[in-house]
């Protein structure tokens, strides 16, 4: 078995600010995802990345950056923190012919 | 692009009951998958079930869905509810390496 483990799990930052959330698997998967999980708005899809140095925008990209330098680790950023973008953010991976999805235990964003 | 529909937030029923939470779907992909994923309070989302072949039941925990390609569904079904099935359901649909979620929804047994 695997985990993944993204950190920190609270992130709190100033309206503006630029905040990184981080995320590491050891499935040995090739695709990794970002979620943002709102309430009554399901999971949307902010980045997705199918193998290292690739990136894949989702229905929600716009206000986010995301890295993907190792096969292992994806990190999401939020470029100008906004008091509206408070929510869960929940990084999952998979491999590429699979379909499950093994999901984080979620980042908590508060600004402030 | 992509897209999966749960028409409702939540649903409220008293053990013992059958459940069924819908789900559809939209996509040009010929052959998505389909996965219900749950989410338990404080937990994160895991696979219930998932399909890939039309017309085929699958089963999980007590759980079925069938794929039904021609009405683009994949509802989820239970015969008997229990208190423990309390807990927000997510569908989801593959279609190349994307998955897409639906809203959600929170299923609410009662005693």
């Known amino acids: 078995g695997g985990i993944i483990t993204q950190t920190p799990k609270f992130l709190i930052g100033q309206e503006g600010q630029k905040l990184t959330l981080k995320c590491q698997q050891n499935?040995?998967?090739?695709?990794m995802y970002w979620y943002r999980q709102d309430s009554g708005k399901g999971l949307r899809l902010i980045y997705y990345?199918?193998?290292?140095?690739?990136?894949q925008k989702g229905d929600l990209s716009e206000g986010y950056d995301a890295s993907r330098e190792k096969k292992s680790s994806f990190s999401l950023t939020v470029t100008s923190a906004q008091k509206n973008e408070m929510a869960v953010f929940l990084c999952?991976?998979?491999?590429?012919?699979?379909?499950?999805?093994?999901f984080g235990e979620g980042s908590r964003l508060i600004v402030v | 692009g992509d897209s999966v529909t749960q028409t409702e937030g939540l649903v409220t029923l008293t053990e013992g009951l059958p459940v069924m939470l819908n789900c559809t779907y939209q996509t040009i992909y010929s052959n998505p998958f389909l996965f219900w994923y749950v989410q338990h309070l404080n937990e994160s989302p895991r696979l219930l079930l998932k399909s890939f072949t039309d017309n085929k039941r699958t089963e999980h925990q007590g759980f079925h869905a069938t794929l039904h390609k021609s009405s683009s569904s994949f509802h989820l079904q239970k015969s008997s509810a229990q208190l423990s099935d309390s807990a927000l359901y997510y569908c989801a649909l593959r279609g190349t390496n994307k998955v897409v979620f639906g809203t959600g929804t929170r299923l609410q047994v009662l005693p």
């Open positions: 990345s199918i193998t290292e140095n690739d990136l």
């Open positions: 999952a991976s998979s491999t590429n012919s699979g379909n499950t999805l093994y």
């Open positions: 499935f040995n998967h090739d695709t």
